[in-house]
């Protein structure tokens, strides 16, 4: 069964008196204003824009005065930005990006200027800041690959590197810098300007352990109070997991220092109140989120906030610091927006998603131990009559930097009502366990990751989850790609598989995908060029006479990030050697399947597909 309604990605104004966020409950997701206090109090209305296609971001200005909107026409993976104002009543809304034949990702607001990344078909990233009334463009970067992340008063945050080598370089005016030490292997991705321009504390290294210095090559030009820059980072670098970072530029180089860290746990997210009072932090622990408050002032970081859901993301915090919005699911909660007032710890009503999980609604998290003694840490999803079990599933998410958490599936719970059990598990190369770990599975290494797939069949069949002649795979994207080569290179140990918008040939991936994933792509699976002999080993199309499972693959006919080639190609290939292949292609989807009716039939079809199977 297909959640007839989830909330999420909502965006305060920054008064608190109202919020935007993203409906799903039937067709494309679109945007919704609510509003929270004054006479228009529980009302809302639908944010109309021309175009056909999901919302997929919403961000107020920081003057409260209007909505921009990322929207992907036709369910495709580029963007569009839209704006629209804040009043309910002027139902004007305009297109401002200049992404005729690329793509535009909505970053933030610089006042009243949109922060747009623009990038064109060449791979070349456009930082750019839009004024929405005019349309007028200001360019502040320009190169390849290049992101912007934030831009404040004259300042900006700019992106750079591939997956898994990101840094970030403060600019301001013709003076670039970057942020923090060369660390190759770190994650530097993620980071908010404090609009102080003013230096709090310097402290050098040798008066005190609490802060890391050093000294730009060259003079950078801070050399007044109005050329110091502050910025909090969420960054890796230097150790194994994801802290908050406080980094100040001056003319005697860059100071900075670590404000929040916790051993053994990421930091998923974080936002700032403009006021420069409150940090909301959300801690990745294992897949658990948490979420804790910061008052900036003297750096005070208090007990976490208990959640109405297992995971949350997507954080948004009022200019004052009074109200927190951001995303919660679990098993049995679809995505749904929940407000809290930090310093209350109150949460606010909002709606409430009844309980709908066909199965256990606390996944029991289970580690698996590989060949090679690394420790995999998995979510193991049982039927409620687990006397009568009809087969397992091993899922493999995407990324492969991605991370299986304890969040809503729409696709298991028909599975686990069907007798199937599913294991999720966090093979090498996933996120939220270190860097060290989500480097596990670069280029050559990913046989090891191929391997761990096996490993966690064996898991099933020592721990009698499920007889040896009844075990699935199934994935997205990355996943698919992995469901792929498992199936052809452990062919024996599985009954059936399901691809969903996976890469069938790594090198044929190369040359279809968009420019700006291919170049990003290189640390992680191989050059195109370089590593060709690798690419070729680890393609599953050119394993495709090993594969004997029965094969279901599926994907959007707009999907630019992996092409419909590769599942094109996969399936006429099938068919060649006289395999059993079917093939479900959505025309209205791209590499999402974003569509609630589509969603509902790949549902089925997956379920169908594995129960045939396991018959």
Not at 217 to 224: K, L, P, T, V
Not at 399 to 420: D, K, M, N, V
Not at 531 to 554: F, G, H, K, N
Request: aromatic residues 8%; glycine residues 10%.
């Amino acid at each position: 069964m297909v959640e007839d309604r989830a909330t999420y990605g909502a965006s305060l104004s920054p008064d608190a008196t109202a919020f935007a966020h993203i409906v799903d409950d039937g067709g494309y997701p679109r945007a919704v204003q609510r509003f929270l206090r004054g006479w228009r109090a529980s009302s809302s209305r639908d944010v109309e824009l021309p175009v056909d296609g999901p919302v997929t971001r919403i961000i107020h200005s920081a003057d409260g005065h209007w909505l921009a909107c990322q929207v992907a026409p036709g369910g495709g993976n580029r963007s569009q930005i839209w704006v629209v104002t804040t009043d309910p009543d002027d139902r004007a809304a305009r297109r401002i990006d200049p992404a005729e034949n690329g793509t535009a990702e909505l970053i933030g607001w610089d006042g009243t200027l949109v922060a747009v990344t623009v990038t064109g078909e060449d791979g070349v990233g456009h930082s750019c800041l839009i004024d929405p009334a005019t349309r007028d463009t200001t360019v502040l970067d320009r190169r390849s690959g290049g992101h912007l992340v934030d831009a404040w008063a004259g300042s900006a945050l700019i992106r750079i590197g591939p997956r898994g080598y990101r840094e970030l370089n403060l600019l301001r005016g013709s003076t670039e810098i970057g942020l923090l030490p060369w660390d190759p292997g770190s994650t530097t991705d993620a980071g908010v300007i404090l609009d102080d321009h003013a230096v709090r504390r310097i402290k050098h290294a040798d008066g005190g352990n609490t802060w890391r210095f050093y000294r730009p090559s060259r003079s950078y030009g801070f050399g007044s109070a109005e050329g110091y820059v502050r910025a909090m980072v969420r960054s890796d670098n230097g150790c194994e997991y994801a802290r908050l970072l406080e980094v100040t530029v001056s003319q005697d180089g860059v100071s900075y220092h670590v404000v929040a860290e916790r051993p053994d746990c990421d930091l998923d997210e974080f936002a700032v109140s403009d006021d420069l009072s409150t940090v909301a932090l959300l801690w990745n622990r294992h897949g658990y989120s948490e979420l804790q408050i910061l008052e900036l002032i003297d750096e005070t970081l208090e007990d976490p906030i208990p959640l109405p859901g297992l995971v949350a993301s997507e954080l948004s915090i009022s200019a004052g610091g009074s109200m927190i919005a951001l995303t919660v699911q679990a098993p049995g909660q679809p995505r749904t927006v929940e407000l809290v007032d930090p310093r209350s710890r109150t949460w606010e009503p909002i709606e409430r998603a009844p309980n709908r999980f066909a199965g256990s609604s606390h996944p029991s998290l289970v580690t698996i131990e590989a060949r090679d003694g690394t420790v995999l840490h998995s979510w193991l999803y049982e039927p409620i009559d687990r006397t009568d079990r009809a087969g397992a599933l091993v899922y493999l998410h995407g990324g492969p930097e991605g991370q299986e958490r304890p969040g809503y599936s729409e696709l298991f719970p028909p599975l686990l009502a069907a007798g199937i059990t599913v294991l999720a598990p966090n093979v090498r190369g996933s996120g939220g366990f270190g860097k060290t770990f989500v480097h596990a599975d670069d280029k050559e290494r990913r046989f090891a990751a191929i391997d761990d797939v096996a490993d966690c069949v064996q898991f099933l069949i020592d721990n009698s989850y499920a007889d040896a002649h009844r075990i699935g795979c199934a994935g997205w994207s990355y996943g698919g790609y992995l469901t792929l080569a498992a199936l052809t290179f452990h062919p024996n140990l599985f009954a059936a598989g399901v691809s969903i918008c996976g890469m069938s040939d790594l090198e044929n991936f190369y040359h279809h995908t968009e420019p700006w994933i291919a170049a990003a792509a290189y640390p992680k699976y191989g050059h195109p060029i370089h590593d060709r002999a690798l690419l070729e080993q680890l393609s599953p199309l050119r394993r495709i006479s090993s594969l004997s499972a029965p094969l279901l693959v599926v994907h959007g006919a707009h999907d630019t990030n992996v092409p419909v080639n590769e599942s094109e190609q996969l399936v006429a290939a099938v068919r060649d050697l006289g395999g059993i292949v079917d093939y479900i292609m959505f025309p209205d989807e791209g590499h999402h399947i974003v569509k609630p009716s589509n969603r509902a039939k790949l549902s089925a079809a997956v379920t169908d597909w594995l129960s045939a199977a396991f018959e």
